[in-house]
């Protein structure tokens, strides 16, 4: 028979835990990529006063602080430094990233987010992204939210085209253009794409672009309304917004 370590022989522990674990599997099977400090951002944004040392005892409990691996299939389912935007539509910064269908046909989505709230405004998806799609995207944009004072972008072929140099002047938009190789002179993007990749485009297979645009859509709700962000004092950018509107 296997000996006992005494230590766990003789002790029994006074606190219940059972609601930190259910709550934390809760959360984890809804957000398989986040970590500790978002888990427990979520917590804290529920009401729930735990202590930062007990609810991480919990989470190394259940092995949660071990890398998780692979993608999971969907259900079946009917220079220019960068700055502080003050004022929500002050700046937008866009990007492109690219992926692959399981059949290997791949797409592109068009990313465009606020500075200010760090909200995402939109993910265009498709296999091919023109300049005049991207026009077109953001025309809509600016019905809904108001006209950016300036676009913050790389040096992709899209955004260096003679028409979206003409629209952008039309509009009386400012394009500010990174230095090439300087990723992070688009620093708010280039976070938000790391994100949206480890918790879409790196944990899905997807057989049609369909499903992409079903997730993302999701997953924008939870970013824009439910998600505790860092960098705003654990806000989300929702709760940002309106902070800023209330106060002009």
């Known amino acids: 028979m296997a000996s006992i370590p005494r230590s766990q022989y003789y002790y029994q522990s006074t606190k219940d835990d059972s609601e930190i674990v259910a709550l934390l599997q809760d959360l984890s099977g809804q957000h398989p990529t986040y970590g500790f400090r978002k888990l427990f951002a979520y917590l804290r944004r529920r009401g729930k006063e735990?202590?930062?040392k007990r609810v991480y005892r919990v989470y190394k409990l259940l092995k949660m602080n071990q890398k998780r691996r692979g993608k999971r299939r969907l259900?079946?389912?009917?220079?220019q430094p960068l700055q502080q935007a003050a004022t929500v539509n002050q700046s937008w910064s866009m990007d492109f990233m690219s992926d692959s269908l399981m059949g290997?046909?791949?797409?592109r989505t068009f990313n465009v987010m606020d500075d200010c709230t760090r909200e995402a405004l939109a993910i265009e998806i498709d296999t091919s992204l023109s300049s005049k799609r991207i026009i077109r995207a953001l025309e809509g944009l600016i019905v809904q939210r108001g006209k950016p004072q300036v676009i913050r972008t790389d040096n992709g072929p899209e955004f260096t085209s003679k028409e979206f140099e003409w629209w952008c002047k039309e509009q009386e938009i400012e394009i500010q253009f990174i230095q090439p190789g300087r990723p992070m002179q688009n620093g708010y993007i280039e976070r938000f794409n790391r994100v949206?990749?480890?918790?879409?485009?790196?944990?899905?297979?997807?057989?049609?672009i369909r499903e992409v645009r079903a997730l993302t859509k999701e997953?924008?709700?939870e970013y824009n309304q439910r998600r505790p962000h860092e960098a705003l004092q654990n806000q989300t950018p929702s709760e940002r917004k309106q902070q800023i509107l209330s106060l002009t």
């Open 219 to 221: 997953w924008m709700e």
């Open 196 to 208: 949206y990749r480890e918790a879409i485009l790196d944990a899905y297979l997807f057989t049609d």
């Open 50 to 52: 735990w202590n930062h």
């Open 75 to 79: 259900p079946a389912r009917v220079r």
């Open 104 to 107: 290997v046909r791949k797409f």
